[in-house]
């Protein structure tokens, strides 16, 4: 079992910058493939980050590319979603997953691949 908590989240200005953290605790985070999704109100739940375990391959929702950066730390157990430039259409409630994956180049960008979830962090980005 891995147990993911979401933190960092909050009211923002548009315009302004929020990080994500996402503390990973249980089996060996670092052969984790980690994520980050978002659901806003009436909305499905949509990627936004993807990152391997090696760290060294990331992938982007296009609505994010260029203002959102993952990142991870390894002997902190921790992934990182850096917001930048945020807008209002960013509100939602975020949300971590993590899956064992095999090779450090992996990522995934479907939610139905990730087997553990986090509870997930308000982000509010005011106009």
């Known amino acids: 079992q891995v147990q993911l908590v979401e933190s960092g989240g909050g009211l923002v200005q548009a315009g302004g910058s929020l990080r994500l953290s996402c503390a990973a605790s249980g089996r060996t985070f670092s052969n984790y493939a980690m994520g980050w999704f978002r659901q806003a109100p009436g909305k499905e739940r949509e990627f936004v980050a993807a990152?391997?375990?090696?760290?060294?391959?990331?992938y982007y929702a296009d609505s994010v590319k260029g203002r959102f950066t993952i990142s991870r730390d390894n002997a902190k157990n921790t992934v990182y979603l850096q917001m930048n430039s945020l807008k209002p259409e960013d509100t939602a409630v975020y949300r971590c997953?993590?899956?064992?994956?095999?090779?450090?180049?992996?990522?995934?960008?479907?939610?139905?691949?990730?087997?553990?979830w986090g509870q997930g962090t308000q982000v509010t980005v005011s106009s």
């Open positions: 997953a993590a899956v064992a994956a095999y090779s450090s180049g992996t990522y995934y960008y479907s939610d139905y691949e990730y087997t553990y």
């Open positions: 990152g391997s375990w090696g760290g060294r391959r990331t």
